[in-house]
């Protein structure tokens, strides 16, 4: 599979100029390790690649070439940077040049995202074929295209957006630039020109896609105008998938791997921060280790300033990891976000049958209707002590139960093939939909 252009599910030669074009446009890479579009799409492309191909129309993934991974060293200060609030904001906003210079460049981009546009490649690949669909998965993505076809005057081409982030675009994004360091004034200016990218993108987008109703919530709660931009527009849901996770390890060998002896093992894979829920998984998790000597919490992620871990022998910080060797040595993985919307790790621990105590939050309460496997609470820590106390104390052939079912539930409804299945069936639907003055494909049978 090259990384670059186009993945496609093609027809044959014969066939293809009959079908309607259907594109999904990323401009960036793909990486199956990662959240947010990268992972989302590295797992759709892992799973259109096993799947048939469609009867009735062509799809095909964009992205841009892979990016070389930075070999360069990280600096002495940067370092220090990583783990001294004080010194971070010093270097961010006056010490570092490199600092300084991305946020001019970044900021300058977001400004100015009005006059920015697709590929050249891309726009001659629209028109050529004479795509009507066209498939974003990042807000400045979808801004690229709505203005690309305003500007060819490409009327009748419909632009579809699913949104990633856990909360509002312009949140997270004040979120890294402040975890970056940058001053209140600097990241302010970058929220606002983020306020203006999803004010556009959301309302200007002819499709919204999202994963399932639930998942939405973040954005109701985070923007105050998303019930007014979503008046009237076609909003459509498909599942997201994700391939399996598979290690070699044995359950001793893993917990050997990472020193664990103790009983029970809890695990937490993701950021440390608040709207993650790391802060209050520290809280339950204390309480936890303060109640009883049999567990310890194996964690993985990256390490922010906003919550520190905490300093106990039984709470044990792994970094960056395999996520299939810390759910191999696992008993329980905690899933703490306090705004959820439909996390590729929750299908990923499944996928390795480790039973999950979850927020009952956006996504997660939908896979909790779809499977009936997860145990949710309702976000306070006290509720979280009590679900992880009472996982802990079910026997273990109630255990088993769970790991079965678990497994069970991401083999029949979040696999990579289930995943392309409904993707393509998503897309079959939308271009039936908005068929008028298209191919009639009332008459595909004939084909």
Request: charged share 30%; proline share 4%.
């Amino acid at each position: 599979m090259p990384d670059t252009d186009f993945c496609r599910k093609t027809p044959k030669r014969n066939e293809s100029r009959m079908k309607e074009k259907f594109l999904i446009y990323y401009d960036w890479h793909l990486d199956i390790r990662a959240g947010g579009p990268p992972g989302y799409l590295a797992n759709l492309r892992y799973g259109l690649d096993r799947a048939d191909n469609p009867k009735d129309f062509e799809l095909e993934l964009w992205t841009a070439k892979k990016q070389s991974k930075n070999t360069k060293k990280e600096s002495f200060y940067a370092k220090i940077a990583q783990n001294n609030s004080w010194f971070r904001y010093l270097r961010a906003n006056y010490f570092s040049k490199s600092a300084k210079k991305y946020y001019k460049e970044y900021l300058h981009h977001v400004e100015n995202v009005d006059n920015i546009f697709i590929q050249n490649e891309v726009l001659k690949k629209i028109k050529n074929e004479n795509i009507k669909f066209i498939h974003t998965h990042y807000v400045i993505d979808a801004l690229k295209v709505i203005n690309t076809l305003k500007k060819e005057r490409l009327d009748d081409v419909k632009v579809l957006l699913t949104s990633h982030m856990p909360e509002a675009p312009h949140l997270e994004n004040y979120n890294l630039m402040a975890e970056a360091g940058y001053s209140a004034k600097k990241c302010r200016r970058f929220e606002k020109a983020w306020e203006h990218i999803e004010k556009r993108a959301f309302n200007e987008s002819d499709i919204l896609i999202f994963p399932s109703r639930e998942a939405m919530e973040p954005y109701f709660d985070t923007l105050p105008e998303f019930k007014q931009w979503i008046t009237n527009k076609d909003i459509r849901f498909v599942p997201t998938g994700a391939k399996q996770l598979e290690t070699e390890l044995t359950k001793e060998q893993a917990r050997e791997k990472f020193g664990v002896k103790e009983k029970f093992v809890i695990s937490y894979l993701g950021r440390h921060i608040k709207v993650k829920g790391y802060d209050v998984l520290k809280e339950a998790g204390l309480e936890i280790l303060k109640q009883r000597g049999d567990a310890v919490f194996l964690i993985g992620g990256h390490e922010s300033s906003e919550v520190k871990a905490p300093a106990h022998s039984r709470w044990k910080e792994s970094g960056w990891v395999n996520p299939a060797e810390v759910l191999k040595a696992s008993d329980v993985f905690i899933l703490p976000n306090k705004r959820t919307y439909f996390d590729l790790i929750l299908l990923e621990v499944l996928s390795t049958g480790t039973p999950v105590i979850a927020s009952n939050t956006g996504g997660n309460k939908s896979v909790r209707e779809q499977t009936g496997v997860l145990s949710l609470y309702d976000t306070t820590k006290e509720d979280l002590v009590q679900k992880i106390n009472e996982f802990l104390d079910l026997p273990q052939a109630e255990k088993g139960v769970l790991e079965r079912k678990s497994l069970k539930a991401y083999e029949e409804f979040y696999n990579p093939q289930a995943f392309a299945k409904n993707y393509l069936s998503l897309a079959g639907q939308i271009i039936k939909d908005y068929k008028g003055g298209f191919y009639d494909f009332n008459n595909t049978a004939d084909l």
